[in-house]
């Protein structure tokens, strides 16, 4: 069953990890997908890939934190695609510091990746969205906006941003018919965790209280986002959905 056919997607930080499975899961079930990353060569090849299995997709490089670039995504999205139905806005970064060490310069990279970015792009894609009629707006935020871990302050308090942003956009648009929603994921597997688990100890250590005693794979956060992407969410807007294995529940 094809449930977002027909739906034109761009996905941030697409390039790897989550966001590539999210652009992989959103064409399988029938979407034309718009990857954008930072980094070109890996965001080709993912595209490339899609492309070579049958799906309809395409690579444009994109900083998140750039508005001019975010502009020319979705007007070449708009060009390529004819309209803009779901963003979901994925890329993020996080600096592991207690807040006493961590430098200013450190503190606005991450706020600007994850939090301004995620505007910047709302901004960006809602014309598109209200000139097509409606639309769905999946801002990835993390288990870590809703509960503090040390050592992740910056990326607790951007992630926090993006929670309550989303909502907030979703009292805004719901009479445009544009949905937003966000979504929490745990501790995931991809390259940007890579460094994080290293070994089971490291594992333990991050799983915390979580009673769910493994990592999460991309997949198992891409479906939620073909779910919020498809009309089967149609009556959900500023919902938070988090897939933590039940971190934030005890």
């Known amino acids: 069953m094809k449930r977002v056919k027909g739906k034109v997607a761009i996905v941030t930080g697409a390039a ?17 997908v718009v990857l954008t990353d930072v980094r ?22 994109l ?13 070449e999205t708009i060009d390529t695609y004819g309209k803009l139905d779901v963003l979901v806005n994925n890329a ?5 510091s207690n807040a006493a060490d961590m430098t200013v310069e450190q503190w606005d990279f991450v706020l600007s990746v994850n939090a301004k970015g995620t505007f910047l792009g709302c901004r960006a894609a809602i ?7 409606g639309g769905s707006i999946i801002n990835v935020s993390s288990n870590f906006a809703l509960v503090g871990r040390a050592g992740f302050s910056a990326y607790c308090a951007s992630k926090g941003a993006v929670r309550l942003f989303t909502k907030a ?6 009479v445009d018919k544009i949905r937003a929603n966000s979504l929490h994921p745990g501790l995931v597997a991809t390259e940007m965790t890579r460094d994080l688990i290293v070994d089971q100890e490291s594992i333990d250590r991050l799983l915390g209280p979580a009673p769910v005693r493994r990592v999460g794979q991309p997949v198992e956060i891409s479906s939620m ?4 992407a498809s009309d089967e969410s149609s009556f959900m807007t500023g919902s938070e959905i988090v897939v933590d294995g039940g971190y934030s529940a005890v």
């Open 92 to 96: 993020g970064v996080y600096i592991y």
């Open 169 to 174: 956009i979703a009292a805004e648009l719901a």
């Open 40 to 61: 070109a060569e890996p965001g080709q090849a993912a595209a490339r890939e899609i492309v070579s299995g049958g799906g309809s997709a395409m690579f444009l490089p």
């Open 225 to 228: 986002v073909v779910y919020l």
């Open 63 to 75: 900083d998140v934190c750039s508005a001019d670039q975010w502009q020319t995504v979705v007007a």
């Open 127 to 133: 014309p598109a969205m209200k000139a097509a009629g």
């Open 16 to 32: 790897s990890g989550m966001g590539r499975s999210h652009a992989v899961e959103l064409v399988r079930e029938g979407a034309q």
